[in-house]
């Protein structure tokens, strides 16, 4: 990322370029080689947008982690709605799909090779992620 890690706006920026990435290959009519590929944008998305809102309310760098459970729990200091249930679902959701949606060697969720319902799932949960938060990176 370009530019201060410590600024919420290209965080969001950021996010809402892989929350889109995701979006528009999951429309593809070869979704089914692209998957692992939505659930990777689909995760960045949501750490994209759990790092501004830390970089917003912190005004430090964010951390250097990739769990969205941690980063959920840490701007849930910040920002107490986002202690839901279905936030903390979502976001151990997406962390299944991390390493193996990143890694070749590793291409495969928490029960096999990463296919559409999988990449839909994480979609719907990023979705989920950026409903809440967004619009906290906005104000």
Do not use: C
Request: charged share 25%; proline share 6%; no cysteine.
């Amino acid at each position: 990322m370009s530019g201060d890690v410590r600024d919420p706006s290209a965080w969001m920026s950021f996010a809402d370029e892989d929350l889109q990435a995701a979006r528009i290959l999951s429309e593809q009519e070869d979704v089914d080689h692209l998957a692992h590929i939505v659930a990777f944008h689909a995760h960045q998305s949501a750490e994209k947008y759990l790092k501004g809102l830390l970089a917003k309310h912190a005004g430090t760098e964010p951390p250097h982690i990739h769990n969205l459970r941690k980063l959920l729990t840490e701007a849930s200091r910040y920002a107490p709605e986002l202690e839901a249930p279905a936030l903390e679902d979502a976001a151990n959701g997406l962390d299944q799909f991390y390493i193996p949606s990143r890694y070749s060697a590793e291409v495969g969720g928490p029960s096999g090779p990463i296919g559409v319902e999988e990449a839909a799932e994480a979609l719907a949960w990023a979705e989920e992620l950026a409903a809440v938060v967004r619009p906290l990176l906005q104000h």
